[in-house]
């Protein structure tokens, strides 16, 4: 069982720079693949980086490379998304989700197993 607690959302102007935390309060991340995901009011669910976390090797979707950053802190057990030149579209709630970890990498939604409550992000244009 692991809970997560998200946090870092808020307001910010378009070009601006937010970074998101998702830490494990209880137990840990040592065998699972972590990720981020968004959601937008009125649309999908959306994959937008993830990391393994054994590893530290990293996934990201290809319209978010170049402007979001996954890393992970160990010794905290918690996982950080930089996100940098934000855009209006960027505009979501934000979860941070985990799974077992696995060979490929997984970017359904169903495909984890927990979530954190999520956090909004709202950048102004």
């Known amino acids: 069982q692991v809970q997560l607690v998200e946090s870092g959302g808020g307001l910010v102007q378009a070009g601006g720079s937010l970074r998101l935390s998702c830490a494990a309060s209880?137990?840990?991340?040592?065998?699972?693949?972590v990720a981020w995901f968004r959601q937008a009011p009125g649309k999908e669910r959306d994959i937008v980086a993830a990391i393994r976390w054994s590893a530290g090797a990293t996934y990201y979707t290809d319209s978010l490379k170049g402007r979001f950053t996954i890393s992970r802190d160990n010794a905290k057990n918690t996982v950080y998304l930089q996100m940098n030149s934000l855009k209006p579209e960027d505009t979501a709630v934000y979860f941070c989700?985990?799974?077992?970890?696995?060979?490929?990498?997984?970017?359904?939604?169903?495909?984890?197993?927990?979530w954190g409550q999520g956090t909004q992000v709202t950048v102004s244009s």
């Open positions: 209880e137990g840990t991340f040592g065998s699972y693949n």
């Open positions: 989700a985990v799974r077992a970890a696995s060979v490929l990498w997984k970017v359904r939604p169903e495909q984890y197993n927990y």
